[in-house]
């Protein structure tokens, strides 16, 4: 018998769709503990809440998120605002005495994401971050074989997240460009959970960072025929230390808006002295293996349909970014039923504190111009 999970969604935007395309998808996992039903959705512009009427299960439609957390049906609530909204929320949330799913970074700043995992815990809430992307079988199976420990002594990790279509002068401005509604950590609270998932779950944290951070353009237009100022990062690279097994390794972690031919590039490469696997989204079938013998080589295999829950999916079939958010749901909600099993978990509070501790350090890095060790 399956247990429920009453759910409603905070920002009825682009994330809070995918929300309700992934629940109404449920049936195709195979025997999942868990039976979500959405129930509500909040968002403050009426032509978002509007959208939610195609979805039969959906009752209430809120202006306001109090409206929503007074009901006393919703079990779960996702929030997905911009970052500046994260903390009040999240906070409101969690006193309501629901469970939280919150979108990245996890709040503004480092204060804000303090304070959220603090009151998780101190209210002994049910509480994870979002980060679709180490779903996809090859993020999984790379995770599988850096885990195992069969690579040797680990020479370098690379781990990014790479978009392109902040090329273009004459995309719109939006929140994501403005440091007062994204964070000062810009492109860093945008993508950068999603980099550093897997090495956190590794257990690699760094110790020091060197970051390289760029802005380009400086205004953009804003939709009404004028310009809006866009002052946030817009690529970072983070160069930093990481001690494994008592030996300190490089570990490169690259979160880019103007990166040349990337559309929405995830990607992972752990390299050893006996073997490496290298794994990227934009070839989403393909893992790559190292061997080391005689005569070195890469090993290409051809992924299925392969993740950590199953499905009615056949897995001669490939994978994309709508199944890695189903099976990131369906971690979610069997981790809160205590049932996901030793299976990969959503982000926990303490990986993202972690993350922004980082994006901080790397922030004073910048700034000095010096590599910053973590507090």
């Not at 964070?183 to 999603?194: F, K, N, P, R, S």
């Not at 993740?307 to 079939?317: A, H, K, L, S, V």
Request: aromatic share 10%; charged share 25%.
């Amino acid at each position: 018998m399956s247990l429920s999970a009453r759910i409603g969604i905070i920002g009825g935007g682009l994330m809070g769709r995918q929300v309700a395309s992934a629940l109404s998808r449920w049936f195709v996992l195979d025997n999942h503990p868990v039976q979500p039903e959405l129930l509500a959705v909040c968002d403050p512009v009426e032509s978002r809440r509007e959208w939610f009427r195609r979805v039969p299960t959906v009752k209430l439609f809120a202006a306001d998120h109090h409206e929503l957390l007074a009901s006393p049906e919703i079990d779960v609530v996702y929030v997905a605002v911009p970052h500046n909204l994260h903390e009040q929320i999240c906070l409101d949330v969690l006193k309501s005495g629901k469970d939280l799913f919150a979108e990245k970074p996890f709040g503004i700043d480092l204060k804000a994401a303090r304070a959220i995992a603090e009151a998780a815990k101190n209210l002994k809430r049910f509480v994870r971050c979002s980060s679709e992307f180490p779903f996809f079988p090859g993020g999984q199976r790379a995770f599988k074989i850096a885990s195992e420990g069969k690579l040797g002594r680990l020479l370098e990790v690379r781990a990014g997240f790479l978009h392109s279509s902040d090329l273009d002068p004459d995309k719109p401005a939006n929140w994501k460009r403005q440091a007062k509604t994204c964070g000062e950590i810009g492109v860093m609270g945008d993508l950068g959970l999603h980099v550093v998932h897997i090495p956190f779950r590794l257990g690699w944290k760094p110790k020091h960072v060197y970051a390289q951070l760029q802005k380009f353009y400086p205004q953009r237009p804003d939709g009404m025929g004028g310009l809006a100022p866009c002052d946030t990062w817009d690529n970072a690279t983070l160069h930093t230390g990481v001690e494994i097994e008592g030996h300190e390794v490089p570990i490169r972690f690259e979160m880019k808006r103007l990166a040349p031919g990337e559309t929405n590039t995830w990607f992972l490469e752990i390299l050893g002295t006996d073997g490496g696997v290298k794994y990227s989204t934009k070839e989403p079938k393909t893992l790559w293996t190292f061997q080391r013998s005689r005569e070195q080589s890469w090993l290409r295999t051809d992924l299925g349909f392969h993740g950590p829950f199953t499905t009615i999916t056949g897995g001669i079939f490939e994978p994309g970014f709508p199944d890695c958010f189903l099976q990131m749901w369906a971690a979610f909600l069997a981790e809160r039923a205590g049932k996901l099993e030793g299976r990969f978990g959503c982000v926990t509070p303490e990986e993202a504190v972690l993350s922004h501790r980082l994006f901080a350090a790397a922030l004073r890095s910048q700034a000095e111009q010096n590599a910053v060790f973590l507090d």
